[in-house]
């Protein structure tokens, strides 16, 4: 079970604007030269099963993090040379409260692989994470997500 967004919600809310003020690719984006987006994936277990629930988020992070990501983007070992990283939450979920801004840990993993977001601040989702939900709660918020 995995949902993901599309876009950053900063980048979303551009609307008209978009072309004249981002690039954006399927891992990365780049708003106005002064926001600088990757997407990463949140994985929440789900007990009993050896797959998880997915969530694939944006997140932004400091220019500096974002050329040091892109630059070994396509180096193999990646993951044992740098990192982890901190940024924050760029979408919202509409079935947690509050997502946008939530501090993340950003967990680079092998060349093909999306980076691992952990939640590192109380919230329900970092709760779930941390804990693993049933497969009924991965039944009910596949559920909610196919139906909104």
């Known amino acids: ?4 967004a599309e876009f950053p919600d900063t980048y979303a809310k551009l609307k008209r604007e978009r072309d004249t003020r981002a690039v954006i690719g399927s891992d990365q984006c780049i708003i106005d030269q002064k926001l600088f987006f990757i997407r990463g994936c949140l994985e929440i277990p ?5 797959e998880p629930f997915l969530w694939g988020l944006w997140v932004v992070l400091h220019e500096a993090v974002f050329d040091e990501i892109e630059d070994r983007w396509e180096l193999q070992g990646r993951e044992q040379t740098r ?4 940024g924050r939450l760029n979408n919202t979920l509409s079935i947690y409260p509050e997502t946008v801004n939530l501090k993340v840990r ?4 092998p060349v093909g692989t999306r980076p691992l977001l952990f939640i590192e601040e109380e ?3 970092a709760f779930e994470q941390l804990h693993g939900i049933t497969v009924s709660r991965a039944q009910e918020l596949a559920s909610i997500l196919l139906h909104s």
């Open 106 to 109: 950003i967990v680079i993993q």
């Open 1 to 4: 079970m995995s949902f993901a």
């Open 123 to 125: 919230h329900p989702l």
């Open 46 to 50: 789900i007990v009993g099963s050896v």
């Open 83 to 86: 990192g982890p990283y901190k």
